[in-house]
Every structure is written in C-alpha cells, then in structure tokens.
C-alpha cells in the first residue's frame, strides 16, 4: 500500500543536521594579543577569496517574507508591511548600516514572537517579557549584535554556521535566519523553547534548528562555528564556547562588569566582541553597555 510522503518539520530538530559537515567559518584581519586558553584542534579555515562585485542581491527572505505576509494576514497595523519597515528605517537613523541585518528586521513580523496584550509595543524599540523572567531584546540590540557578528560582510554574503545561546521565544533566530546559512539556537527552559518552535512553525524557516539544553555547553556535535552569539549575560563567556568557535570566527555576548565592588555599587554590563586568532590566542573588544537577563547553567 503506498503513503503519501511525510513533509519536513519547521523548524528542523538538531538530530536532522548534525552529521553534515560544517559550512566554512568566516575569516576577518584581527589585530594580536590575547588570552592563552586550552583548547582542541579547531577546524582550518580557508582565507575567504575576494568576491566579485555583486549585482544588487534580492530582498533577503523572500520566502519567509511570504509566509510572514500569509500569517498576519487580517492583523491589522501591527502586522503591517508599514510598522516593519518603519522600525528599520529608525534602526538605520540610530546608526545601524548592513543592509541585509535591516533587511531582516524589515521581513521578521516581531508581534507573532510575543503575547497578544503586548502586540502593539512589537515595534517599539523596547525589550518586553514573554514570561519565565525572560525577555525578548531591544531590535536595536538584535541589529547591533548581528552587524558585529558580520563586520567585513557584505549583504549578499551570509554569514556560516551560527550559534545562539538563548532562544527566547525565537524572534532573534528568525532574523539570523535571514543574515545567515545555519542558525543553531539553544533554550533551557523547556516552554520557552516549545514556544519558539511554535512562534516559528508558521514562518516555516528552513535554516533553523532548536535544540532544548544547557547553553553554557555549547553544541560540540554541531562545531565549530562561525559565528556565536549569546542572549544572556554571565561574569565570564563560557570555555566550552570558546572551544567550539572556528578559527577566523567571532563571538559577541554581554558580560557583566561589576566594577570595583563598593558596597551598593551598581553591576552593569557591556557588550564583548571576541574574535578567534588561532587554536590558542583570542582577541577581546569591549564595546557599550547593555542589559540583559542573568546566564544560567541547567535546564528546566
């Protein structure tokens, strides 16, 4: 008797993807000096060849800008080309330039990634909770983040394989999606990861896999990676995700800063642009201050 073929599954699980070999990690000119860390053989990475000036590239994520126009299809202002294109425009006038990071921002409809009541804030330029004392970030940080991770890029070069610590509920790994070839995503609070999965089932986003674990461990079976990119702060980054970025790759997560320690003092936090020299040297740019919720170890 003859069955009908199963349709894939949106967003893929891990499981489907891991045994592939990895895309090749981006490369960037990285000035010296860096911390001496332990570390197993990273892959090698090719100097990427100049590229031929590029006719001008497609608007990015047509696909899932159809599929985004098909689900807020009926939801009125909030799910309006206008709101979109107009907090992108706001983001390019607070100095944001990659064109595909803009591009994306344009595409991902932010108020199917968070709770009706709050619908009409999505396009404010504001963080917001989805619950679980967790947030969804500030646009003008996903963007900020996302163009550090693709300095040197141009907008039809996507960035390789790319690591988030922190899913949320999905919206930062959608615009990845649209700024990269692989995005991997990894949530330890298991609702919130089930709520990205059905945030972003109906985009029906082919480049995403999720993946329920401890984030502080990074996804050995997936390395090395291009790029990471983390969604939470903690005093340091983690080892294990240091050990898993390629040679030539970048890592931008918020640290805190606790300053001198005074009784009463405030902790702060601030961006950390990590970029890979060789197996052993790393380059560290600290960059502005942010906030971000605590990076925790465990699931649950």
Do not use: W
Request: charged share 20%.
């Amino acid at each position: 008797m003859s069955s009908t073929p199963r349709r894939p599954r949106f967003p893929l699980p891990l499981d489907a993807v891991v045994e592939r070999k990895p895309a090749p990690a981006r490369t960037a000119g990285m000035p010296a000096v860096g911390k001496r860390v332990a570390a197993p053989a990273p892959a090698t990475v090719k100097p990427r060849k100049p590229a031929a000036p590029p006719a001008p590239p497609p608007p990015p994520g047509s696909a899932v800008e159809a599929r985004a126009s098909a689900a807020t299809a009926g939801g009125g202002g909030m799910a309006s080309d206008r709101a979109r294109s107009a907090l992108a425009a706001r983001l390019r006038a607070g100095g944001i330039r990659d064109e595909r990071v803009l591009g994306a921002i344009s595409t991902v409809p932010r108020h199917l990634f968070m709770e009706p009541g709050l619908a009409s804030q999505a396009y404010e330029d504001a963080a917001l909770p989805i619950g679980h004392q967790q947030t969804i970030s500030k646009p003008s940080v996903v963007s900020r983040m996302i163009e550090l991770l693709r300095e040197g890029l141009t907008p039809d070069q996507p960035l390789a394989r790319v690591l988030e610590i922190g899913t949320g509920c999905g919206y930062q790994a959608a615009v990845l999606s649209l700024c990269a070839q692989e995005v991997f995503s990894i949530e330890r609070i298991r609702p919130l990861h089930e709520q990205a999965k059905a945030n972003l089932r109906p985009l029906r986003v082919p480049n995403i896999r999720l993946h329920y674990g401890d984030g502080m461990l990074g996804l050995p079976q997936a390395a090395p990676f291009s790029s990471i990119i983390l969604a939470a702060a903690g005093m340091e980054v983690p080892q294990a995700l240091l050990e898993q970025l390629a040679i030539g790759g970048r890592l931008i997560a918020p640290v805190v800063t606790p300053g001198n320690g005074a009784p009463g003092q405030t902790v702060t936090q601030q961006l950390l642009l990590i970029e890979r020299l060789n197996r052993h040297r790393f380059h560290r740019t600290a960059l502005e201050a942010v906030f971000f919720v605590p990076l925790k170890s465990g699931t649950i």
